[in-house]
């Protein structure tokens, strides 16, 4: 992996190193790159910058926007390697899985 500035290498090597200086003044929460935090720190005001063009639900982050869209597409990315089954989240399926584990 290559890098144009010396500043992108450091901030890069802070996500290997678990170093996580840019703190969030309104919770317990730090990132190792202030863009990350500049994106979290939008939780904290409700902005709303990505809309469902389905039903006008209005999201803070473009990832949850895409998840929220499942809803309507009825798409299912995450499939159990023991069942086949398919979830939209991969949160449910990690919860999905304890039911083979026991």
């Known amino acids: 992996m290559a890098f ?6 450091i901030a890069h090597m802070m996500t290997h ?6 703190q969030c ?6 990132f190792s790159q202030k ?4 994106k979290h720190l939008k939780t904290h005001t409700g902005e709303k910058l990505h809309q469902c063009n389905q039903c006008g639900k209005g ?3 473009k990832s949850t926007l895409i998840m929220h869209l499942r809803i309507h597409t009825g798409e299912k990315p ?3 390697n023991q069942c086949d ?3 939209s989240r991969k949160s449910y399926l990690i919860t999905h899985l304890r039911t083979h584990t026991g």
């Open 59 to 61: 999201l803070s982050k």
């Open 17 to 22: 190193n678990g170093e996580k200086p840019h």
């Open 78 to 80: 995450h499939q159990c």
């Open 85 to 87: 089954k398919y979830f």
């Open 4 to 9: 144009l500035y010396k500043s992108q290498l």
């Open 35 to 38: 863009n990350s935090l500049i």
């Open 25 to 30: 003044n309104q919770c317990d929460k730090a």
